[in-house]
């Protein structure tokens, strides 16, 4: 259960065991073929898709790479430590970002974006981050974003890293210019793949940027993908594993996905305060469907309790992240999430919290939980 | 039979299906120590050693976005498609590569490099491919080069991608700071995972070294290996794999695998000579012990040899990249490989070109490869 790498379906696993097969010949074509077709779809989006053996850092370093010249200035609001990586990035590249900054547990809005548009009217892009995976925010206001986007004729960069295929994302209808991912998160595959959808406007900024390094080149990753092909060799096991992810999706439906992980995430949020403990995120609106972010209560030692839950009833959840570290539990609910995962979840962390001294009401943790599954 | 991917063993195949870890737990920590002392018997060195997430040339780009500085000089010998990526790839750091353009077939010599260094006082380091996938040739003055990056302090950096584990490279006698491998050429592992050794001297140089990628930063990686991680989430199914390989490379020892690799590709060259083809490579001693590469007789179209190989006896072999496209046939003498694998391919081949319309004596092909493992 913890926020990435995800639990993976059997039949994604054995899928690794397919032969390693020329990544130049028809068999690996018509797997691309299958692989893109099946992501536009997951993306909602008519735009390119590349696809890095890379993790999700990765994938944003891509698109920082190919779409930040030295001096230029990007909006990043920073209200986690993914956003504050997105900042460190722009500034490697010599870029300017312009931070909008938010307290941790909190989202940032689309006015505050626009009011620094208006400040700053030499800004080249906005880059933020959907979902941030180390406060279990979501940034409710990403419509209104890409509409601001558009009319200020701004590049719209999404890091999706840890929500895409666990919540609403139509990337097309949002106006999101590219859109980050990768394969351990939502998409409940192994890690190891990273996933962008790329604009027309981003691959044209991109030729214009001095510097792309190879790896990472949005224009010879088109020019692969046109062929149906990755420009250097890729992880095929990898591959086939998130071919297969994606059937699993297709099968399922992305609305009826959706659906499944906002429950789940509603039936944590409803049981962890039902035990007594609150919600990090501090607006009901933001809180994430895919990252379930509870604060610890006050003489709790947060390494104890997800210890006890790691051995004594085999679940594992996640402790905070930089300054966040021992000051909240993250829990990820992404891909395989159902009633059971939350009820072993909730049984394991109340009878772990009791077991490190401090009192909750198991029995009305779960009932919480099978309540809202009912509801 | 591709110069890789190449095929691996079901053993390895088969720990990929082990259960996805935190890769910031203690299980991951023993998983990360049992790869790493692995992979220092078989670089044979004390040096750090970082994983990535990445493809052979994604950890060429590392090297390179680590030590060089816009207008620092790096002697690139230029001997085929890799060689030619490398100085492409520096001229993208704003780096100064300095050529030594040697035509395909032939190997750079160490004296040509000392003469460059006496032209160019400057130069920082040089970056060389030890064993080029394209041409199937193997630059056998690599420890003399070894010796005067020392004499002169130069860094040496290598990139070992198609030959690490399948011929004889020992990183700290040969005095060699950074050397770059693949997880799908000699390591018979599946394609997904680069890795480097990187001495005292190229940490140092990189510390200074401006604008360094997050995803590929030395510093960060070396923080990481301290404590047993990877920056950031690695490809845990290809972690095991390589694991695997590691341990069947330990059983089987390096040198009896060097032994293996040189007996097969000696099996190999005296076969086609003994089909009445000619070698590529134009000196006896440059020939790669795990690329062979043979000229495509007059008259012979490539493609349509290697099309009957694969459809009709299920060997796949290359042809030629780049300007050596139609020109060669490749094949890839690497990992799993015995007489038996040579005389698959032999087989095939002389009944494929057969077919295409080109004699060759299949018979006097099979017994030379059994008069090399019976010598």
């Known amino acids: 259960m913890l926020p990435g790498p995800t639990n993976v379906p059997e039949r994604v696993m054995n899928a690794m065991l397919k032969p390693i097969i020329n990544h130049r010949g028809s068999e690996f074509h018509a797997l691309y073929s299958s692989i893109e077709e099946n992501l536009k779809s997951v993306f909602q989006t008519k735009n390119d898709i590349f696809i890095l053996t890379a993790s999700g850092t990765g994938g944003v370093e891509c698109a920082v790479s190919n779409l930040v010249n030295p001096g230029d200035k990007v909006i990043v609001p920073v209200f986690g430590v993914f ?176 659906e499944r992980h906002k429950r789940c995430a509603e039936a944590f949020y409803s049981a962890f305060e039902a035990l007594g403990l609150s919600i990090f995120p501090k607006e009901k609106l933001s809180r994430s469907n895919t990252v379930v972010a509870v604060n610890v209560p006050r003489g709790v030692d947060e390494h104890a309790v997800t210890k006890i839950m790691w051995e004594k009833y085999n679940v594992q959840i996640a402790g905070g992240m930089g300054k966040l570290k021992g000051k909240i539990f993250r829990i990820g609910n992404m891909g395989i999430i159902s009633k059971k995962e939350v009820l072993a979840t909730i049984h394991a962390f109340a009878c772990a919290i009791n077991e490190a001294g401090y009192a909750v009401d198991l029995k009305k943790g779960l009932e919480t939980v099978e309540a809202v599954f009912q509801g």
């Open 83 to 258: 956003s504050e990586r997105i900042s460190e990035k722009i500034r490697r590249r010599m870029g300017v970002p312009i931070e909008i900054v938010v307290p941790f547990g909190y989202a940032p809005r689309a006015s505050e974006i626009e009011e620094v548009i208006d400040r700053e009217p030499d800004v080249k892009a906005i880059f933020i981050v959907y979902n941030e995976t180390s406060t279990g925010v979501t940034v409710r206001d990403l419509p209104e974003i890409g509409r601001i986007a558009k009319k200020r004729d701004l590049l719209l960069i999404v890091d999706a890293v840890s929500v895409l295929g666990g919540d609403v994302l139509p990337v097309d209808e949002w106006g999101i210019d590219v859109c980050i991912t990768a394969s351990q998160k939502c998409l409940a595959c192994p890690p190891g793949l990273s996933i962008l959808s790329v604009s027309q406007e981003a691959l044209e900024k991109a030729a214009a940027t001095k510097g792309r390094p190879i790896y990472f080149d949005f224009l010879k990753l088109k020019e692969s993908a046109d062929k149906k092909e990755t420009p250097f060799t890729p992880a095929i096991p990898l591959l086939y594993a998130l071919d297969e992810a994606l059937k699993l999706i297709k099968e399922e439906g992305l609305e009826k996905r959706f």
